[in-house]
């Protein structure tokens, strides 16, 4: 379903009222779909699906998936995230996870960026250029 531009320029200006200190929050956001939900708009519906996909965007923009090969210690995990803050210049929610494939290294994704430094990603890398 294609949605209009009235209902996309609706659901950014919400999306923009959803911040505080330039920060999405979450409060501010359950608001607004309540007092959207209360008051039933005529593109109710599709502005909703944008909105909603904007917060999600935003909340992966924000959240880094860092897979490793082994465990971390928490001194590491520390150095990872701020690491990453300093490059992306702003807060950023680390979830860490293992993911033996991987054999060593790491492989971090933040919105749509991947940063893969694995051995399995070398051997991969490795093989295509025999």
């Known amino acids: 379903m294609k949605v209009s531009h009235e209902a996309r320029r609706f659901a ?3 999306f923009r ?3 505080t200190d330039g920060r999405l929050d979450e409060a501010k956001a359950r608001q607004v779909v309540q007092q959207l ?3 039933k708009p005529r593109l109710l519906v599709p502005i909703l699906k944008t909105y909603k996909r904007l917060v999600r965007l935003e909340q992966e ?3 880094a998936r860092v897979e490793c090969a082994a465990e971390l210690a928490g001194g590491l995990r520390e150095q990872i995230v701020g690491q990453l803050q300093q490059v992306y ?3 950023i929610v680390a979830w860490f996870s293992v993911n ?5 290294g790491v492989r971090v994704r933040i919105g749509d960026d991947v940063w893969d430094g694995s051995v399995a990603q070398r051997l991969r890398a490795l093989g ?3």
């Open 37 to 39: 939900v209360t008051s």
């Open 100 to 104: 033996p494939a991987l054999i060593g």
């Open 17 to 19: 009222a959803s911040f």
């Open 61 to 63: 923009r924000n959240t």
């Open 12 to 14: 950014r200006a919400l």
């Open 89 to 91: 210049r702003r807060p």
């Open 128 to 130: 295509e250029s025999l």
